[in-house]
């Protein structure tokens, strides 16, 4: 994608990850310590906490501000977390030069960080809710907690920041190819490429978790194959509308399976403005969120 670069051009500041799921999968190793926290090597050999490479990668993408949305009292382990250790302990890291300025950097992380309280289960569309008066009327980058993204030569971050400069103020989404025994864990998408960009995608239909004859008949996308998809990849680019959509539905309890789900949101929102997404080519997702797929993203996501 070769971004246009204007000085009139948005730049996104303000990014949202949900960390307010109870793990339950991950249950009764999510008791002791919460799913966001567990422990993850880096290609570098540096294990840290999983949301810390959220924060690595967002800053690094020139986000300014992130809120971290969370149970009640959740917060203050990852305050705990990011304060890192005190003097004592880091006079025995100045053995490993590497592990005393990670110490340091997570300490400048946490000056970025805030949190918003979801204090019910009500769905991811609820959770997202929560961030309305973090947002304060701006374009956010909403990512995954429970998965890992990693892009090269580009950060998958910084492509769907940039992603701002040529949306025209709509929201765009992060999509890539997915098979139809995976359509169940995932929304899709319908829409037509751009001439000029291929990977910028029109958006003309969102569905969450579609069956497979529905993706068949309804969720096409040009230049993929027969039973070929465009699914969500696990970050989204959320105009500032997607908070009036939200709060229209809680109002008048408008829900999927008992809860209020974002795709649902995500497809009013495209009804009444207009969607983009933005296929992913050279990117990675790493999902954390069972613990079979923990034990296999934890050592994919070390290789680098």
Same mark, same amino acid.
């Given at each position: ?19 307010? +799921?109870?793990? #339950? ?9 919460? $799913? ?8 570098? %050999? ?6 810390? *490479?959220?924060?690595?990668?967002? #800053?690094?993408? +020139? ?15 990852? =305050?705990? *977390? @990011? ?9 025995? !890291?100045?053995?490993?030069?590497? @592990? ?22 009500? &769905? ?12 304060? &009327?701006? #374009? ?27 949306? &025209?103020? $709509?929201?765009? /989404? ?9 359509? $169940? ?10 001439? &000029? ?18 993706? =068949?008949? /309804? ?11 465009? %699914? ?10 997607? *908070? ?17 789900? !974002? ?42």
């Amino acid at each position: 994608m070769t971004p246009v670069t204007t000085s009139a051009s948005p730049r996104v500041r303000k990014a949202v990850v949900p960390a307010a +799921g109870l793990g #339950t999968r991950h249950f009764p190793a999510s008791h002791a310590v919460k $799913k966001e926290l567990f422990p993850v090597v880096g290609p570098d %050999g540096i294990a840290r906490a999983l949301l810390h *490479y959220h924060l690595l990668e967002l #800053t690094a993408a +020139g986000i300014e501000q992130i809120c971290i949305i969370v149970q009640p009292g959740d917060d203050r382990p990852i =305050r705990q *977390y @990011l304060a890192g250790p005190g003097d004592a302990y880091l006079q025995r !890291l100045e053995k490993y030069p590497a @592990l005393l300025a990670e110490a340091r950097q997570m300490r400048e992380l946490s000056d970025r960080v805030c949190f918003a309280v979801q204090r019910e289960q009500e &769905g991811y569309g609820h959770a997202v809710y929560q961030t309305k008066a973090f947002a304060g &009327g701006e #374009t956010v980058l909403l990512c995954l907690g429970d998965h890992l993204f990693r892009g090269k030569p580009v950060s998958p971050f910084v492509e769907l920041a940039d992603a701002a400069k040529i949306s &025209g103020g $709509k929201s765009v /989404s992060a999509v890539n190819r997915i098979g139809p025994t995976q359509l $169940k864990g995932f929304g899709a998408i319908a829409g037509k490429r751009r001439d &000029g960009n291929r990977r910028l995608i029109d958006v003309s239909l969102i569905i969450e978790k579609p069956d497979v004859a529905t993706a =068949r008949k /309804s969720l096409r996308v040009d230049g993929l194959e027969n039973d070929v998809f465009l %699914g969500w990849f696990g970050m989204h680019l959320l105009a500032p509308s997607i *908070y009036d959509v939200l709060e229209q539905m809680i109002r008048d309890d408008v829900r999927d399976n008992n809860e209020f789900q !974002l795709t649902r949101a995500q497809e009013i929102q495209r009804q009444r403005e207009g969607y983009l997404a933005l296929e992913m080519l050279h990117a990675q997702r790493f999902d954390f969120g069972e613990p079979d797929d923990f034990v296999k993203s934890v050592q994919e996501f070390r290789r680098g």
